[in-house]
Nanobody, 124 residues
Framework: VQLQASGGGLVQPGGSLRLSCAGS????????IGWTRQAPGKEREAVSC????????VYADSVKGRFTISRDDAKNTVYLQMNDMQVEDTAVYYC??????????????????WGQGTLVTVSS
């Protein structure tokens, strides 16, 4: 059972990246999946979550309007499209699961990060 984040890299301010969270060993379609991030020297921050129903989506205020979470259950993958990226988006991004199972948690910071994460660097 594994969640693997990928798609990180170096991007200029104002640019875009798409992260992928691929599940293996189990089907993601019954679970809420999210993203958390941690910048050097800073506390972990929950970014977004999508429930097993795509109507259930939650975003941190810091990314609202710039990031979009989606899922493709046929590919067993959740995506995070990041647009208009800022220097403060620089962090290691982790796939995360919800303690509520198929629903995103009421407190987004209750998301539980998994795996090694993928590094996103926003710099000119």
């Amino acid at each position: 059972v594994q969640l693997q984040a990928s798609g990180g890299g170096l991007v200029q301010p104002g640019g875009s990246l798409r992260l992928s969270c691929a599940g293996s060993g189990f089907s993601l379609e019954y679970y809420a999946i999210g993203w958390t991030r941690q910048a050097p020297g800073k506390e972990r921050e929950a970014v977004s979550c999508i429930g097993s129903s795509v109507l259930n989506k939650v975003y941190a205020d810091s990314v609202k309007g710039r990031f979009t979470i989606s899922r493709d259950d046929a590919k067993n993958t959740v995506y995070l499209q990041m647009n208009d990226m800022q220097v403060e988006d620089t962090a290691v991004y982790y796939c995360a699961t919800s303690p509520e199972g198929s629903w995103c948690p009421k407190a987004l910071n209750d998301l539980n990060p998994w795996g090694q994460g993928t590094l996103v660097t926003v710099s000119s």
